[in-house]
């Protein structure tokens, strides 16, 4: 659901563009045509070659591909609005290259009754200037004992089931939801993290929890919650994902079920492909995220875990907290981080920084999401949605919390030099940001 975009934009051909479609491997030089919100035409053809009465622009050799979807969101409304709103989040969504934003149901009330997730579709479609869909909690008021009724969410529009920063501790209700949902084809999308063991930890325990006097979680928590997982998938067959795994260990356990033919699929934090535990430094809260930030070795294994395909989907994981939550001693602060104005920019220092092909990294924020969800965008295709992004490779950024357009300023880069930047993100043809702002008019001229 997006809302009327702000700025109308006329049928549109995009020339001297890297057009770049993970789903299909393309990666050349070429151009674009947009018409009546659809891609109408792509291709090396159109590289220099604009079709009379349409508005150009011209990419300058930047990369121009299908805008990012984002899966999880925790966008703050209804409950929460001093934190993030839709609006908020859709106008950093489309500064950030993220064209489709799937909100968590962690908000007050809790997204587990029809009548919320009308209520989302319907403030995004007056608010939000990207694609929204509300993910719905799996149990009531996600306290993982009673299951909600997922047939009747999803046919209100529920896009997956979720229950948002909370595991299902209670093995017989775990088992219930996937049971259930396999006979409405809805996807689990889960949070893998032991409750228990997790209670009261404030990051990664290793020696540098100790020694800066934290308590801490070990990775089993995950480990653990993850493989009774994959066991009740086996023997139910429903669909699943685990939402944002953060370990090697995790990996090895997604991989060996795989090989014994169990079907899942796993997402990653962009956080934990960039940022590792040390990044705490001298107890600094905005690096303080659930589940927390593991060792260099776990980062390094996850991006290797992206780059051959085992891990399916890399999310901004945006979490807004307020200065009150976070102005706290570390141990008190609030878990979180804002992250989708700075999604496609990590994901650069990847493809930068550890060698990522880029269409290795795009893939898990574009097509894989798009299948998973059964949306129609996410690839270059002829008579797809026109939801695409340009973007600048190399130009030079410093995150800046007073230009952040998301309503909390939270963001673990902030300072932090960033490359690659967003020039253009366009959705169902209508252009929603343009980099800068003021350059609307000399950007775009008739032929």
């Known amino acids: 659901m997006t809302a009327k975009p702000e700025i109308e934009t006329p049928p549109t ?43 150009v622009y011209d990419c300058q050799g930047n990369v121009l591909c299908p805008g990012l979807i984002d899966m999880q969101v925790f966008a703050g409304e209804p409950g929460y609005e001093h934190r993030e709103t839709l609006k908020t989040a859709s106008r950093a969504a489309a500064a950030g290259g993220v064209t489709t934003i799937i909100v968590m149901p962690d908000t007050d009330p809790v997204i587990d009754q029809v009548a919320l997730v009308d209520y989302i579709q319907r403030r995004a479609r007056d608010n939000a200037i990207v694609h929204v869909h509300p993910m719905a909690a799996v149990t009531k008021n996600l306290e993982g004992e009673e299951m909600t009724e997922i047939g009747l969410l999803k046919r209100a529009g529920a896009i997956a089931f979720s229950n948002g920063k909370n595991s299902v501790a209670n093995t017989k209700v775990m088992n219930q939801v996937l049971l259930y949902s396999r006979d409405f084809d809805a996807l689990i999308v889960h949070h893998t993290e ?65 090989q014994r033919g169990t079907k899942l699929t796993c997402g990653v934090s962009i956080n934990h492909l960039t940022l590792n535990e040390n990044d705490i430094g001298s107890y600094r809260t905005f690096y303080k995220l659930r589940p927390p930030l593991r060792s260099e070795t776990d980062r390094v294994a996850l991006v290797e875990a992206v780059a051959d395909g085992t891990i399916d989907v890399v ?34 220092r990847i493809h930068l920084s550890d060698g990522v092909p880029l269409t290795d990294i795009l893939r898990p924020m574009t097509c894989r999401p798009a299948e998973l969800l ?38 673990p880069f902030d300072e932090g030099k960033m490359q690659g930047m967003v020039l253009h993100t366009m959705v169902e043809g209508q252009t929603a ?5 003021a350059a609307q008019a000399q950007q775009y001229k008739n032929t």
């Open 315 to 348: 999310v901004s994981s945006h979490d807004p907290q307020g200065a009150d939550m976070k102005r706290l001693p570390f141990a008190e602060a609030a878990d979180g981080a804002v992250g989708l104005e700075t999604l496609l920019s990590a994901a650069i």
């Open 374 to 411: 059964g949306l129609p965008s996410g690839r270059l295709a002829k008579g797809a949605p026109a939801d695409i992004i340009v973007f600048d490779v190399e130009k030079p950024w410093i995150v800046n919390r007073e230009h952040l357009r998301s309503r909390s300023k939270n963001s």
């Open 194 to 258: 032991d409750p228990y063991l997790a209670s009261n930890a404030s990051m990664n325990s290793s020696e540098l929890s100790v020694r800066l006097g934290l308590s801490g979680v070990n990775t089993i928590a995950e480990t653990i919650i993850l493989e009774r997982d994959l066991r009740l998938v086996e023997i139910t067959g429903a669909r699943y994902h685990a939402a944002t795994i953060t370990s090697a260990q995790s990996i090895e356990v997604i991989r060996a079920a795989r």
């Open 433 to 437: 940001y343009l980099y800068p702002p």
């Open 13 to 55: 051909v995009f020339i001297n563009a890297r057009l770049i479609d993970p789903a299909s491997g393309m990666d050349e030089l070429g151009g674009l045509l947009v018409e009546d919100g659809k891609i109408a035409d792509f291709g090396s053809h159109l590289r220099r070659n604009a079709p009379e009465g349409f508005a």
